[in-house]
């Protein structure tokens, strides 16, 4: 299995360089080799909102590390568990949605950062016990290429932000910016100061302890310029939309187009 594009990711999201992406919807075996064409650092792979089983994931992941892009898999929930399913699929990177505390953040450093180690050896080790000297230079060794970022999406992540963002064996932080207005009572009000105000504070407060941060901007209005704002704020995890989106906006923009040209419009 080709390692560099891990090894790329784990270094760059911890840097000041920024990384583009976008969310990957279609398995299609096509899409991959124009993808690779794109321009991309990685892709984003979805299985929370997307109905994909464990063997086209893993499909989905071989392909995409195969052309050179790394393959960020976002899980169905915060679960340890389902991080290791992912990770044995080939993914890179795993995206933890809506994470609220330290003690989440410590059970997936567990799955993503300290692999083999499990059960009791496992919750001691994470508790505070050293580990042999030749294990721990092997479990080192095979986390270091494995990413793990956590989605901040709810008034709650916020507040425990600090806690979050201190656990060691933590990334980045993505930011999921429909939960997160919902969450602060301003629903997909994008422009609304309080929820400008909350994703800044993640970004700059992830970015001063060397973390990676981001959003995913799938909202058509201002998402340049609020991928540029967050990217001027230090932000170097952009998720641009995705394929289906994109596709979607750039068949009703030609269509309509052509059907004003031709008089065609209702």
């Known amino acids: 299995m080709n390692s560099s594009p891990a090894k790329f990711l784990a270094q760059r999201l911890r840097s000041a360089d920024r990384l583009y992406g976008t969310l990957i919807v ?58 290791c399913v992912a990770l044995d699929g080939g993914a890179v990177g795993i995206v933890a949605p809506y994470v609220e505390t330290a003690e989440h953040v410590r059970a997936l450093v567990g799955a993503v950062k300290k692999r083999p180690l499990k059960g009791r050896t496992l919750e001691a080790h994470l508790a505070g016990e050293p580990l042999e000297p030749d294990l721990n230079t092997y479990v080192e060794n095979r986390a270091a290429p494995r990413t793990l970022i956590v989605n901040i999406e709810s008034a709650p992540a916020l507040a425990a932000l600090d806690e979050i963002l201190a656990v060691d064996g933590l990334d980045g932080v993505l930011i999921g910016p429909h939960d997160l207005s919902c969450s602060l009572g301003v629903p997909e009000n994008y422009e609304h100061p309080t929820f400008l105000a909350a994703c800044d504070t993640i970004i700059a407060k992830a970015r001063a302890r060397g973390l990676g941060a981001g959003a995913h901007v799938t909202y058509q209005a201002n998402r340049i310029a609020h991928e540029e704002r967050w990217a001027r704020l230090g932000a170097n995890l952009i998720v641009h939309a995705a394929d289906i989106i994109l596709f979607a906006e750039g068949i009703r923009r030609d269509v309509g187009d052509l059907k004003a040209r031709l008089s065609d419009c209702a």
């Open 26 to 83: 279609s398995p299609s075996p096509h899409w991959v080799p124009v993808v690779a064409t794109l321009g991309l650092d990685f892709v984003f792979i979805d299985t929370e909102h997307i109905p994909l089983d464990r063997e086209k994931l893993a499909w989905m992941c071989q392909a995409y590390r195969a052309v050179g892009l790394p393959p960020i898999v976002r899980i169905t929930s915060p679960d340890p568990y389902e991080a």
